[in-house]
C-alpha cells in the first residue's frame, strides 16, 4: 500500500507539540540525554519524536515525551469553518493526483464531521 503523505494540517500539529516540548525543555535545562534517560529510551528515539517533520510517531509516543517533561496533551475536534470546507472542495475540483484526492476527501470528511 502506497505511504500518505503528511497534510498541512498533520505537520502544523506536530510541529506545536514539538514547540511546546522544547520550550518546556528549554525552561527547565533539560538536555535530549537527560530526557532519553528519563524515559527509559534512547536519545536517537528522543531526536524522531522531536522532529517536527516526522509524523509517522504514535500519540503514545507524543504523551510518554510529554509526560516526561511534565505536559499533558489535549485534543479536541471542531468542524472546519465552511470558508475552510470550500477552500478544500475547490482544490479537490481541481486535483489531477490519487493521492491528493484522498487526502483532500479525508480532510473535507474530518473537516465537516469534526473529526468524528
Known amino acids: 500500500m502506497p505511504r500518505r503523505s503528511a497534510s498541512r494540517e498533520d505537520l502544523e500539529i506536530k510541529r506545536s ?5 522544547r520550550r518546556k525543555m528549554s525552561e527547565d535545562g533539560l538536555s535530549i ?7 527509559g529510551t534512547g536519545r536517537t528515539a528522543v531526536r524522531r519524536i522531536l522532529d517536527a ?3 509517522s ?3 503514545r ?3 510518554r515525551v510529554a509526560a516526561a517533561v511534565g505536559l499533558r496533551i489535549k485534543l479536541t475536534a471542531e468542524p472546519a469553518s465552511p470558508a475552510e470546507l470550500g477552500r478544500l472542495a ?3 475540483a481541481k ?3 490519487r493521492d491528493e484526492v ?4 479525508t480532510r473535507i470528511t474530518h473537516g465537516f464531521y469534526g473529526g468524528a
Request: proline fraction near 0%; aromatic fraction near 4%; glycine fraction near 0%.
Open 17 to 21: 507539540l514539538t514547540n511546546s516540548i
Open 33 to 39: 540525554t537527560a530526557l532519553a534517560n528519563r524515559m
Open 53 to 55: 517533520t516526522n509524523t
Open 57 to 59: 510517531i504514535t500519540f
Open 61 to 63: 509516543s507524543m504523551s
Open 90 to 92: 475547490q482544490r479537490l
Open 95 to 97: 486535483s489531477r493526483s
Open 102 to 105: 484522498i487526502d483532500l476527501k
